[in-house]
């Protein structure tokens, strides 16, 4: 520490002290950086592994979402974590001081900081780590209106061999219901911790509390999310009540979230591709051609989505009547309002000299592609197999009907699978 001049105490937590400092050699312009101080003496031996264990999830981590680790040292038997200064405070002090003013954050911030946070789970849920206790406290906000993730003190590490873990830790408003039943979890638990903060964003309160823990724990498990006010879009209330489902196989992950139209137009402007039209695009081959227009494989070569695989559907508008126009902008409406794992997604709209460009989401296999290949070989699909693919698109179905759409041409064709996930389309 004889590097670094002590400001202030930042707080006090399970493990030791935060404080503010800045070097010494620096000049006046140094920059801040807080010190988590831990004392690993007066922790158990169980409780030194985990502060040691954040050392090397922090060693790990390089992301403009998530709080940067600069530097680790030992001073006899106290542990010093050198980590950025987050300039805007925690999510949760900006809460209470809304709460204060009842004043619910726009829907608007509160889906940004959403994908804020999504971008950083999408991150370390790659690298294979768990967060495993997001909550408004762990969240930091930027003055520039950057929101970062901190606070890996109780993140674990996941092995080759295991897929899952099942140790109950966390906040327990925020846990999911997998966890607080001490069921094995995985990383679907942290997306309904960070479906709990979004929840709190917009109501400014979490969507379960009771006095005591086991009453909390029967709710987080049984009960229905609460509504949230009607001023919240529909796109958004999809978002809360997906990140919020009970069982984990049915929500849906980081990617996936980062696809619903609503949530990607909060991070695009972070994301800006430098190239526009269809120069952002390395064309890869045909898929063929329909009523509107020509689809055909194709790749980012820019921006957030750099190498993501995906369909665009190009519509020459100019060869078309007033009414055809009118139904290839009718399913671009229809797209932009569609956000359900088990539909392809929408990803972008665009016009390049003259042709209507529409974007989505690349799902490899056709169904009618593998029935012809099970029918050739003889090899039937099992019952189990059958019920999951119907299964899945009745969960499609249902979510379009209750929007009040109907698809009208549901068959093999437009029935995709991607990483064993079906995807109507």
């Keep these: 520490m004889d590097q670094y001049v002590e400001m202030k105490t930042l707080g006090r937590g399970a493990f030791g002290v935060a404080t503010l400092v800045k070097k010494k050699t620096s000049g006046r312009r140094a920059p801040l950086r807080v010190v988590k101080q831990i004392e690993l003496q007066r922790l158990s031996s169980e409780t030194q592994q985990d502060a040691q264990m954040e050392v090397g999830v922090l060693r790990q981590l390089t992301h403009p979402h998530i709080v940067n680790y600069y530097d680790v040292f030992f001073e006899g038997t106290t542990l010093r974590i050198v980590m950025e200064f987050?300039?805007?405070?925690?999510?949760?002090?900006?809460?209470?001081?809304?709460?204060?003013?009842?004043?619910?954050?726009?829907?608007?911030?509160?889906?940004?900081?959403?994908?804020?946070?999504?971008?950083?789970?999408?991150y370390i849920h790659g690298k294979r780590i768990l967060h495993r206790d997001i909550k408004c406290q762990n969240i930091f906000l930027m003055k520039d209106s950057t929101a970062k993730l901190g606070d890996f003190g109780i993140s674990k590490v996941l092995e080759h061999t295991a897929a899952v873990v099942g140790t109950l830790i966390g906040t327990p408003f925020y846990l999911a219901p997998e966890v607080v039943e001490n069921s094995p979890y995985n990383k679907k638990a942290d997306v309904w911790s960070l479906g709990v903060v979004l929840y709190e964003l917009l109501a400014l309160e979490v969507p379960f509390h009771c006095s005591n823990l086991p009453a909390l724990v029967m709710k987080i498990v049984t009960a229905d999310v609460p509504a949230l006010p009607e001023k919240y879009s529909e796109e958004v209330r999809d978002v809360v009540v997906?990140?919020?489902?009970?069982?984990?196989?049915k929500r849906p992950s980081a990617d996936q979230l980062l696809l619903f139209p609503v949530v990607h137009q909060c991070v695009a402007p972070t994301l800006e591709l430098t190239m526009t039209g269809m120069d952002q695009f390395e064309e890869i081959c045909a898929l063929g051609s329909g009523t509107y227009g020509v689809a055909f494989k194709a790749r980012y070569k820019t921006g957030g989505r750099f190498g993501l695989e995906c369909v665009v559907k190009r519509v020459n508008c100019s060869s078309l009547g007033e009414a055809e126009v009118t139904a290839a902008l009718a399913e671009v409406a229809v797209l932009r309002r569609l956000s359900h794992p088990n539909i392809v997604a929408y990803l972008d709209t665009f016009t390049d000299e003259g042709m209507l460009h529409i974007v989505l989401e690349y799902a490899e296999g056709a169904l009618d592609r593998e029935v012809q290949r099970r029918k050739r070989e003889v090899t039937p699909f099992s019952t189990i197999e059958a019920v999951t693919v119907f299964t899945q698109c009745l969960l499609a179905l249902q979510y379009i009907h209750e929007k009040h759409i109907l698809h009208r041409s549901v068959k093999s064709q437009n029935i995709f699978m991607k990483d064993g996930v079906v995807k109507l389309a």
């Excluded at 990140?243 to 196989?249: G, I, S, V």
Aim: glycine content about 4%; proline content about 4%.
């Design 86 to 122: 987050v300039d805007g405070g925690d999510l949760s002090s900006a809460v209470k001081q809304r709460k204060e003013e009842s004043d619910s954050f726009p829907e608007s911030v509160a889906l940004t900081i959403f994908a804020h946070m999504l971008l950083a789970l999408q």
């Design 242 to 249: 997906q990140t919020l489902e009970k069982r984990p196989e």
